[in-house]
């Protein structure tokens, strides 16, 4: 109920009373009084459920808690307050434990319930001075602070349990969400019908341009683009995620002024991996074929990169990332003796073949681009033809050498990093 008397309560009950409803110690009048009114509780707990449903406006539209329910539960809590302060060992938490989690996976809102415990609070108080003898009120005065300190106990208790349930009903409804856009990205939903009813779920509407989005984990089971939905929502789009060991999978509704454009670039500052784009689609039946392409888009990016590739603007690198088996048997076939070097010489050699062949065979631009002198990048290009009996004047045998670069770069054979 009131934080500070939490604290102090918890502060000064011993371990083996606080929360094990192994009763308070209090004046022997306040143990008395309690004890007579014990038998009541039902009777009591229905006028303290009276009094929550007229001073907490959400209990009283009755839309998640019904009277009846309502009404236990303050039967328990009397009980739970007067148990303890009759001294009563053998009190339970499991009522008051109980009503934290039922409220939490009933969707009741953390101030109402928090609310009516202030509510119930101050009914017992009132309670216990209505039904002492005059003659008593200074003791229970005195005796206000323990009695008090019963109270937020039993809050806390309720608290504890709510925030523990809400917790796993969180914890669930992501795992709900998870094998709903498992159900789409898979294709594994039967009827439009079922598609667009998990759809729905996932708040994501019927019209709209998708895109799937596929990532690599940086470490198994971690997140390649962090807090994707989160960061996304704040645009005002609408995504839906799955992370798996090594994988993560997002389902992403386009809308007026966020693009594609737009995505690949928030994309871009979020990842912490590789990652691939598929080609935009209207059609949620055509999730599956869209996830299909992320994932080769993003095998596609050099292995240990934080590329974002879309699958419509990267054909060869598409066509490589989707043949792994032959583009490595190319690869090894073209490259395989530059392969075997050492590390340091062969990235030399695939650097610089590269940087040539994306100068469209210019060698100063090469060495421009490099900071070498023209000579030693001819070098190494010569060096390169002799390992590779290629040669990079005649057009096939450039085309394969670039394909088979491509096709290291794709596999991490040319890093050594698979």
């Not at 898979?186 to 729905?200: H, I, M, P, R």
């Not at 690599?216 to 060991?245: I, Q, Y």
């Not at 073949?353 to 900071?371: D, V």
């Not at 004047?393 to 596999?411: G, M």
Request: proline share 5%.
């Amino acid at each position: 109920m009131h934080a500070h008397n939490q604290r102090r309560y918890r502060d000064c009950v011993p371990p083996q009373q606080a929360g094990a409803g192994a009763g308070t110690d209090v004046a022997p009048e306040v143990r008395a009084l309690s004890r007579r009114l014990l038998p009541d509780v039902e009777a009591l707990g229905t006028r303290m459920a009276e009094r929550v449903l007229a001073e907490v406006p959400y209990y009283a539209e009755g839309q998640l808690v019904e009277l009846d329910q309502l009404v236990a539960s303050c039967q328990d809590n009397l009980r739970f307050v007067l148990g303890n302060l009759a001294g009563d060992g053998g009190v339970s938490v499991d009522s008051p434990r109980a009503t934290g989690r039922v409220r939490a996976e009933q969707g009741v809102p953390f101030a109402a319930v928090l609310q009516a415990f202030r509510v119930g609070g101050r009914f017992i108080w009132e309670l216990l001075v209505e039904a002492s003898d005059p003659s008593q009120r200074d003791v229970l005065l005195l005796a206000a602070a323990d009695i008090w300190a019963v109270s937020d106990e039993l809050s806390a208790l309720v608290t504890d349990a709510y925030r523990v349930a809400l917790t796993d009903r969180a914890r669930r409804d992501e795992v709900v969400r998870s094998t709903l856009v498992g159900s789409l990205l898979d294709g594994d939903t039967t009827t439009a019908d079922q598609l667009w009813e998990s759809a729905g779920v996932l708040s994501l509407q019927p019209a709209g341009d998708f895109v799937v989005v596929s990532a690599a984990c940086p470490t198994p089971g971690a997140e390649g683009v962090p807090s994707a939905e989160r960061r996304l929502g704040r645009h005002n789009v609408t995504s839906a995620w799955r992370l798996d060991h090594d994988r993560q999978d997002g389902l992403v509704q386009l809308r007026p002024g966020f693009g594609l454009d737009q995505l690949l670039a928030l994309l871009g500052d979020l990842t912490l991996e590789r990652v691939g784009v598929s080609s935009p689609f209207t059609r949620l039946e055509d999730a599956a074929d869209a996830r299909r392409q992320a994932r080769i888009a993003c095998a596609a990016s050099p292995a240990g990169s934080r590329d974002v590739l879309r699958f419509d603007a990267h054909p060869l690198e598409m066509l490589l990332a989707s043949s792994p088996e032959q583009a490595e048997a190319l690869a090894l076939s073209v490259l395989g003796p530059v392969l075997a070097l050492p590390a340091d010489d062969r990235a030399v050699l695939l650097e610089t073949a590269s940087t040539w062949l994306a100068a469209a065979g210019s060698t100063s631009t090469a060495a421009l681009e490099l900071h070498l002198h023209r000579n030693t990048v001819r070098y190494r290009l010569r060096r390169l033809e002799e390992l590779t009996g290629k040669d990079l004047a005649h057009p096939v045998d450039a085309a394969l050498v670039h394909v088979a670069l491509q096709s290291a770069n794709i596999l991490g054979l040319a890093s050594g990093r698979p």
